[in-house]
């Protein structure tokens, strides 16, 4: 038996200026069971009887496991294990620690839960978390670490800080009139990964701004010759359910190629369900996903910069309305788009390339708009149009 994680991770802990001299316990296949119990440091006082995350808050974990052999930490069974924050930025750290598997804890009063990576610094591989409980947090958990690998984070719920009782979007007309509008960011998103072979599946997600993303990274490292190690690739999001968020419901901004968003419900949001801004090259898939209730902009955000998207077998109970800019290589087939009869538009598409299409759709009447339909394209003679290209016109058509 240990008091804390900390002591049982390490050789000891210590809520003192010594509380980073002790070498790891854990090694490679340990488990350590969490017995019930709610783990709140008084990360604030020096000294005395504390958990050890002494001033920071953090749990800083530093050993890793293998694939075949994680270190494991998870609930003991014999009731619920609260791991509060107490107002810390981060409450778990495993940027250091690859291969750290997480399963059945309640996390809360923390802005960021897990830190897995950075940006050109460092960041983990293999990391688990399973049937675990978040609330009251600013974010669960992310990583924007290109070279991050293989995370498996599924069957959790994550609550974040916005007011359940009403749907606030933070841009556009639908929300500028309103009292509440321009709300502070306590929420940002629940998921956000870079890296390859992520998975996030069946987890239940409301009350933040953005419920699972693609880190929006910029050029791939080493562009115009990416590293092909640290490319955002294959990473898939499914199953999930995802509401009330004030922006979008899943985002696959700055994802290359093989980006897999299928089977998600996603209801109450603020602003276009599903994004794409950009995507660098593609393909990016989108299928049998349901979207309902998008009121500022519709279903989805595919904007200039993004190509190679495929959109097949969703269910969009919210318009599909075109963006100022416009995408490349885009495919619809065999959706139902239902809409809303007091947008302009149901279904609406811009692109750049005269290889985008669309077919087998259903449709619900549009009473009383202008027009229902939009296809804007370059001119027919041309097989692509792309932003700043000179002397190629486009034409739009548009029919009730």
Request: proline share 5%; with cysteine.
């Amino acid at each position: 038996a240990f008091t804390g994680l900390l002591a049982a991770y390490y050789t000891g802990a210590s809520h003192s200026d010594n509380f980073n001299t002790y070498p790891p316990r854990v090694q490679a296949g340990d488990t350590i069971l969490v017995h019930a119990g709610t783990y709140k440091d008084d990360r604030l006082r020096y000294g005395g009887g504390g958990l050890g995350t002494v001033s920071s808050g953090t749990y800083f974990l530093t050993q890793s496991g293998t694939p075949e052999r994680p270190i494991v930490i998870k609930g003991a069974g014999d009731g619920e294990v609260i791991f509060d924050g107490n107002g810390a930025y981060n409450l778990f750290n495993v940027m250091a620690a690859n291969y750290n598997y997480f399963e059945g804890l309640t996390i809360r009063n923390t802005d960021l839960a897990f830190q897995a990576g950075l940006k050109n610094i460092t960041g983990s591989s293999g990391l688990t978390i399973k049937r675990s409980r978040f609330e009251n947090v600013g974010r669960a958990i992310y990583t924007d670490w290109s070279g991050s690998k293989d995370y498996y984070i599924a069957d959790n719920v994550m609550l974040g800080r916005f007011n359940p009782n009403y749907l606030m979007g933070f841009t556009g007309r639908t929300w500028q009139k309103l009292p509440e509008f321009n709300p502070e960011l306590v929420s940002e998103y629940a998921v956000k990964v870079y890296g390859s072979g992520h998975v996030v599946a069946y987890n239940s997600i409301a009350n933040f701004h953005d419920g699972v993303d693609v880190a929006t990274y910029g050029n791939p490292d080493g562009s115009p010759a990416p590293a092909r190690d640290r490319l955002p690739v294959s990473i898939d999001f499914y199953g999930n359910d995802i509401s009330n968020v004030g922006d979008n419901c899943i985002e696959a901004d700055g994802g290359a190629h093989n980006i897999r968003v299928f089977r998600n419900r996603c209801f109450n949001h603020g602003h276009r369900a599903l994004s794409v801004q950009p995507m660098f090259g593609g393909p990016v898939y989108f299928i049998r996903n349901i979207v309902y209730h998008a009121p500022e902009g519709g279903a989805v955000k595919f904007t200039a910069s993004s190509s190679g998207i495929v959109d097949w077998h969703n269910t969009l109970l919210a318009p599909v309305e075109p963006m100022l800019l416009a995408a490349s290589n885009v495919h619809y087939r065999n959706n139902l788009i239902l809409g809303r009869s007091e947008t302009l538009e149901t279904f609406a598409v811009e692109t750049n390339t005269n290889y985008s299409s669309s077919d087998y759709k259903g449709f619900r009447r549009n009473e009383g708009a202008e027009f229902s339909f939009e296809w804007s394209s370059p001119a027919r003679e041309l097989r692509s149009n792309f932003p700043g290209e000179p002397g190629k016109l486009g034409v739009q058509e548009q029919t009730k």
